[in-house]
């Protein structure tokens, strides 16, 4: 069941890569189409990220390594790369991933890897001093995936090192959420009259309702999760939105082990 929800992540994401892959990531009406402003588009993320540290009121150490869960484009990678001594960015697409690797290409602090949607098998224990992720969880349609996320996170970080993730914490579904919806099916339908005016190509595997679809997960499942995971929540920022901020950190080893700060 894990794989075919992978396979099916992979080729929603991959499919609006290859047609409107910026604004996929930040979905502004501005990002639609060729003509992009790519200052302002990789600027946006020097503002998301510089919010998570003015909450977090953390700075990295030194030699302090990040991970970031769904990448895209890499407009949040290339905020870390300025903060911190190395950056792995994962995504499920290879399409993103490609997109991320070409625009990136002159950051060498950086390492870019495609990987299933639902988990972190591929790093090792205590490998980061800092994780987090904007705009991916609230998309992804399994509190299960989202569940081993948050445990998986309790073991790729170092002692004392700290997260920030984004979640649809909304406590019932409402009118907003179909508004959301409905918002996106037009961006579907503008797609389309490109495509049939000869203005871009579309392609056909792109389906827009399994790329945006997504679940929540509130801030008491949230909590629950991360004191399972070893780790602590210390804020919630739009707590019961669907744009809920979690700002927390793994505690400190009495043991003396590296904490990136």
Not at 72 to 89: E, H, M, N, P, S
Not at 183 to 197: D, G, I, T
Not at 220 to 236: C, I, N, P, S, W
Request: proline fraction near 3%; hydrophobic fraction near 40%; charge should be positive.
């Amino acid at each position: 069941m894990m794989n075919d929800l992978s396979e099916q992540m992979k080729r929603s994401w991959d499919g609006g890569a290859r047609n409107h892959p910026y604004f996929c990531v930040a979905s502004g009406p501005q990002y639609l189409g060729d003509d992009i402003d790519y200052d302002r588009y990789y600027g946006s993320g020097e503002d998301a990220v510089s919010a998570m540290f003015l909450h977090a009121g953390w700075t990295p150490g030194e030699r302090a390594r990040a991970l970031e869960i769904g990448c895209g484009t890499g407009r949040i990678t290339q905020a870390l790369a300025k903060r911190f001594a190395f950056v792995d960015a994962i995504d499920v697409s290879s399409e993103m991933v490609r997109i991320a690797e070409r625009d990136l290409a002159n950051i060498k602090n950086v390492r870019f890897h495609v990987t299933n949607g639902i988990d972190l098998k591929k790093f090792p224990d205590a490998r980061f001093d800092y994780a987090c992720s904007e705009l991916v969880f609230r998309h992804i349609p399994s509190r299960e995936v989202i569940r081993t996320y948050l445990l998986e996170t309790g073991r790729i970080l170092n002692h004392g090192g700290r997260f920030a993730f984004q979640f649809n914490g909304k406590r019932a579904w409402d009118v907003a959420r179909l508004f959301t919806g409905s918002k996106y099916v037009l961006r579907s339908l503008y797609s389309s009259a490109r495509r049939y005016l000869g203005l871009g190509h579309v392609d056909p595997g792109y389906t827009l309702a399994a790329a945006w679809r997504g679940t929540r997960f509130s801030a008491t499942e949230v909590r629950r999760t991360a004191e399972l995971a070893g780790l602590m929540v210390d804020q919630f920022i739009g707590e019961g939105s669907d744009q809920m901020w979690v700002i927390g950190h793994k505690p400190a080893s009495t043991a003396g082990q590296r904490d990136g700060r």
